[in-house]
T-cell receptor, first 113, second 118 residues
Framework: QKEVEQNSGPLSVPEGAIASLNCTYS??????FFWYRQYSGKSPELIMF????GDKEDGRFTAQLNKASQYVSLLIRDSQPSDSATYLC?????????????FGKGTMLLVSP | EADIYQTPRYLVIGTGKKITLECSQT?????MYWYQQDPGMELHLIHY???????EKGDLSSESTVSRIRTEHFPLTLESARPSHTSQYLC?????????????????FGPGTRLTVL
């Protein structure tokens, strides 16, 4: 089982819709969870982080964490074509004593006008 | 402006050459990282550092080496480049905080170096 699992997609949504991106992780000891956006050919940029169970909202983005189910998600409201990118889920990794991040392969999101 | 820089952005080089990829940050961060990413694949951590004179190997075995003589500088060196080293190399940095209530590891990335070894 991979440490961080994401559906590779592509996830296609029309402009203005809600995009829901999901991530599961295997290590119950992970404490910190991050969502990065990566445009093709570019480096990842941090969108949100979440540490506690529940929801965390920042503008059009909402991160949701359920540690019991080992599940973290990212909702993007009012999706725009400029949101089209690969979204990477990252969690703190056990191998380094939880001081580094393990990344998932990412989910490609396509927002059509 | 606080930022993280990588040079060169693109490098095409022949087999057997020694190369050094540069990474510098002006964000005042203690922790720095090197990742390798192939197209369509996940990022793999190859090296990281907690601060000056600290270097650790990451999850992915790599023939590269790193050094951390200054806080702001974390270069990566390949003594003898091979075609299998062709990849995108990404440098990142973060503050060093003792994890309390799960808070740690907000990493910020440089623009990357795309390396091609012929």
């Amino acid at each position: 089982q991979k440490e961080v699992e994401q559906n590779s997609g592509p996830l296609s949504v029309p402009e203005g819709a809600i995009a829901s991106l999901n991530c599961t992780y295997s290590d119950r000891g992970s404490q910190s969870f991050f969502w990065y956006r990566q445009y093709s050919g570019k480096s990842p940029e941090l969108i949100m982080f979440i540490y506690s169970n529940g929801d965390k909202e920042d503008g059009r983005f909402t991160a949701q964490l359920n540690k019991a189910s080992q599940y973290v998600s990212l909702l993007i409201r009012d999706s725009q074509p400029s949101d089209s990118a690969t979204y990477l889920c990252a969690v703190t990794g056990r191998n380094s004593g939880y001081s580094t991040l393990t990344f998932g392969k990412g989910t490609m999101l396509l927002v059509s006008p | 402006e606080a930022d993280i820089y990588q040079t060169p952005r693109y490098l095409v080089i022949g087999t057997g050459k020694k190369i050094t990829l540069e990474c510098s940050q002006t964000m005042g961060h203690d922790k720095m990282y090197w990742y390798q990413q192939d197209p369509g694949m996940e990022l793999h951590l190859i090296h990281y550092s907690y601060g000056v004179n600290s270097t650790e190997k990451g999850d992915l075995s790599s023939e590269s080496t790193v050094s951390r003589i200054r806080t702001e500088h974390f270069p990566l060196t390949l003594e003898s480049a091979r075609p299998s080293h062709t990849s995108q190399y990404l440098c990142a940095s973060s503050e060093y905080r003792r994890p309390t209530a799960g808070e740690d590891n907000e990493q910020f990335f440089g623009p990357g170096t795309r390396l091609t070894v012929l």
